[in-house]
């Protein structure tokens, strides 16, 4: 069997090496699985058996390298990343926001790049694209580096309330005990910037606002950042109502899966019929994340992938 060296390991120090392995080596089992090749350790070398994938896994190693040396980590969602799009260490060099105790927060792929740097430069972003693309968490990253620096004072978050089978109305407790638990995503992505304790209490204070779109009507929104999550789930009236509440001072971005509409089948996504009606206006910016983009576990973008090909 012949073998093609990919990594010299004596010129690196063990820490260094322990990252790019990952625990129970399970890093380079991922790296064996993408490149589809055997991928073996052996005389302080790591070496491939098939000579057409030795330059990709190379540059794999060499990013991993990369990354280490800016994070001084290599966490899963870093290596799945680097597998989906090939080169991401630049991306490692300076975090877009530091979060709550020592964590800090990176844009992973190009897709991510391209929609945060359309937050800064629109007046309303429309992001759509597949689960675990990072667009709901990079709209609240997005939003909490402007609070922090005043640029605005406050924070709206909302979205559209659908009920899956069951009545509002025969669940238990007041309004807000009822549409909590479906904004238990944006309260995690708040409490992963400011923490708990902290996000709890700006809540209380009005700087960062949570409710049901229907809230939202009549309002006029000055001097925040105003996120629609699940936009998908929408009338066109809804959308609409929401759009003309941009105020003064204010940026908007609207977040939805296409694929995951939870509508009655008789009602089209207002988000869909939004995209075609204002995709000409050159203050909205409309992004379309992929598959590519997904960071989660490695097994997300294979539930995916089996999904768009049906």
Same mark, same amino acid.
């Given at each position: ?32 699985? &993408? ?6 350790? *052996? ?17 794999i190693?060499?990013?991993?390298? *990369? ?14 990343? =680097? ?7 630049? +991306? ?23 929609l ?9 972003t ?5 689960a ?38 025969f669940?238990?407790g ?5 549409v ?23 809540? *209380? ?7 049901? =779109?229907?809230?939202m ?8 950042v105003?996120? =629609?999550?699940?936009?998908q ?12 509440r941009?105020? +003064? ?13 939870? =509508?009655?089948?008789s009602?089209? &996504? ?12 050159? *203050? ?21 992938e ?5």
């Open positions: 069997m012949e073998k093609y060296i990919v990594w010299e390991l004596n010129n690196y120090d063990v820490d260094t090496i322990m990252n790019v392995f990952g625990n129970g080596d399970g890093n380079l089992k991922l790296i064996a699985e &993408s490149l589809k090749c055997q991928l073996g350790v *052996e005389d302080n070398q790591v070496f491939v058996t098939d000579e057409s994938k030795k330059a990709e896994a190379e540059n190693f060499r990013e991993m390298v *990369e990354i280490y040396k800016s994070k001084k980590h290599i966490a899963t969602e870093d290596v799945v990343t =680097l597998l989906n799009n090939g080169s991401t260490s630049s +991306f490692y060099k300076k975090p877009i926001a530091n979060g709550y105790g020592s964590r800090s927060f990176y844009l992973r792929t190009k897709g991510q790049k391209t945060y740097e359309a937050f800064e430069k629109h007046d309303i429309i992001v759509t694209g597949p675990g693309t990072g667009k709901t968490f990079l709209a609240v990253v997005y939003a909490s580096n402007l609070l922090k620096q005043g640029l605005i004072r406050k924070i709206i978050v909302t979205r559209p309330v659908v009920e899956a089978g069951e009545s509002l109305g669940l238990p007041d309004l807000k005990e009822k909590d638990p479906y904004l238990i995503p944006i309260y995690d992505s708040f409490a992963e910037i400011f923490g708990q304790a902290n996000v709890e209490k700006m809540m *209380e204070k009005g700087v960062i606002e949570v409710a049901p =779109l229907a809230y009507r009549g309002r006029t929104l000055n001097d925040a105003v996120i =629609l999550d699940e936009a789930n929408t009338t066109g009236m809804q959308i609409k109502m929401f759009m003309t941009l105020g +003064f001072n204010s940026k908007m971005i609207i977040t939805g899966d296409v694929t995951q509409v939870d =509508l009655p089948a009602k089209p &996504s207002g988000l869909v019929k939004a995209i075609s009606i204002v995709k000409d206006i050159d *203050e909205i910016a409309i992004i379309e994340m992929s598959r590519k983009d997904v960071v989660r576990h490695p097994l997300v973008q294979k539930i995916i089996a999904y768009e090909k049906q």
